[in-house]
């Protein structure tokens, strides 16, 4: 059982990356998938998350309109794309599951990830 995210790099402000999260060994459209972030120095916090039922999605505030979630149930993968990067979304991103509905406590989660690593800077 395996949860992997990648896709991260160092790009400047204003540009785009897209975050993948891949599952291996169970299938991800049964669970929740939450991506949360953490800066050096700061708590982990939520960026978005996409729920199992329905695919609701949500997401943070700060970077509301710049992200987009979405599925790929062949490729058991989410995808998180990121537009207009700013410089404080530098930070390692993770991806964790959880059963049912989202949340945005990183505790409530089941299961992580490695992190990979999004550096925005001019």
């Known amino acids: 059982v395996q949860l992997q995210a990648s896709g991260g790099g160092s790009v400047q402000p204003g540009e785009s990356l897209r975050l993948s999260c891949v599952a291996s060994?169970?299938?991800?459209?049964?669970?929740?998938v939450g991506w949360f972030r953490q800066a050096p120095g700061k708590e982990r916090e939520g960026a978005s998350c996409i729920s199992s039922v329905g695919g609701s999605t949500t997401y943070a505030d700060s970077m509301k309109g710049r992200l987009t979630l979405s599925r790929d149930s062949a490729k058991n993968t989410v995808y998180l794309q990121m537009n207009s990067l700013k410089p404080e979304d530098t930070a390692v991103y993770f991806c964790?599951?959880?059963?049912?509905?989202?949340?945005?406590?990183?505790?409530?989660?089941?299961?992580w990830g490695r992190g990979t690593l999004v550096t925005v800077s001019s």
């Open positions: 964790g599951i959880m059963s049912g509905s989202c949340s945005g406590t990183w505790e409530m989660y089941d299961f």
């Open positions: 060994g169970f299938t991800l459209d049964y669970y929740a």
